[in-house]
């Protein structure tokens, strides 16, 4: 697996094409951040209807683990122009009204519940009829920690919760995951109880700038795969609205699944049990126990 360098001349600044010569193929990609690649299909293929290339190449099984190690090396995988009913996919849930945050629209790890987190998170905006007009933004754990500290207003930097603590970029550079975590979760608590929504949204469209977090909008055909746990480079994500939330607009919807786990090599069987709690972090906001413990604390 190698890239080759191929600049192209309306090609913006901070983007880099380039060729991948991978899984007996070469894909023509480019970089739109340091921790971003985008797969925008085969060489010698474009102008061509979307294939399903997921699953006929990237994802086969003598190529799964090396796609697998790309993403964990890379933070985000991004691959447009893929057409796929794969039954693996189910509908992501929870809503967002103009008076109050959705649990997705926090930054997150999915797994947040439970001691074991997938290993990636691919959410997918199917081919269909409706644009997405919602982002999904993404950045590296730390950066977001450090966005959120960055832009948070003076007055919720002195409340009880957060007064006295340690909240310099050189700290947060050496957290833990856990300790991220922790303090992740104290400051968007406290977000959440003293800003309006429209006040946390745009609180958090300051984060995403801060974290130079991807929000590119969504393509039809476009899957994202998201390093939700590693050693390395490891994501969160929300769902980011860009503008004022007024509500009543038609917007595509997605799909997601836990990769990893639920696309199975011959012989492996589903962990019916982790799947379950997974999906059961993703109820609508009535659930305020549970949304308070996922979301807002541990991720």
């Not at 269909?128 to 919602?134: A, D, K, L, S």
Request: proline share 6%; net charge negative.
């Amino acid at each position: 697996m190698s890239e080759a360098t191929a600049p192209c001349a309306d090609t913006p600044p901070e983007t880099t094409n380039t060729v991948l010569d991978f899984a007996n193929a070469l894909w023509r990609v480019r970089r739109p951040k340091p921790f971003v690649l985008v797969i925008e299909g085969e060489v010698g293929q474009e102008g061509t209807a979307p294939s399903d290339y997921l699953h006929e190449q990237l994802l086969l099984p003598e190529w799964r683990e090396a796609f697998y190690q790309l993403v964990d090396a890379t933070g985000l995988v991004v691959c447009l122009n893929a057409h796929t009913q794969h039954p693996t996919y189910r509908d992501v849930r929870g809503r967002s009204s103009k008076g109050r945050l959705s649990q997705g629209e926090y930054y997150h790890h999915d797994g947040c519940t439970g001691p074991v987190k997938p290993r990636f998170v691919e959410i997918r905006c199917p081919i269909q009829p409706q644009t997405r007009g919602v982002a999904t933004a993404v950045a590296p754990h730390h950066d977001v920690v450090k966005a959120m500290v960055q832009v948070l207003p003076a007055e919720l930097a002195t409340t009880p919760a957060l007064a006295g603590r340690d909240m310099s970029l050189t700290t947060i550079s050496q957290m833990d995951d856990a300790a991220l975590d922790h303090l992740q979760g104290l400051i968007t608590r406290t977000v959440r109880k003293k800003l309006n929504a429209e006040g946390a949204r745009s609180y958090f469209r300051q984060v995403d700038a801060a974290a130079n977090a991807y929000f590119e909008p969504w393509a039809l055909g476009e899957s994202r795969f998201i390093a939700n746990a590693n050693s390395g480079i490891t994501m969160q994500h929300r769902r980011a609205y860009q503008a004022p939330h007024t509500g009543g607009v038609a917007n595509g919807h997605l799909v997601k699944r836990w990769t990893n786990e639920e696309l199975l090599l011959p012989g492996q069987v589903v962990d019916q049990a982790l799947i379950a709690a997974l999906c059961s972090e993703e109820g609508d906001e009535s659930d305020g126990e549970r949304a308070e413990g996922c979301y807002l604390g541990a991720h």
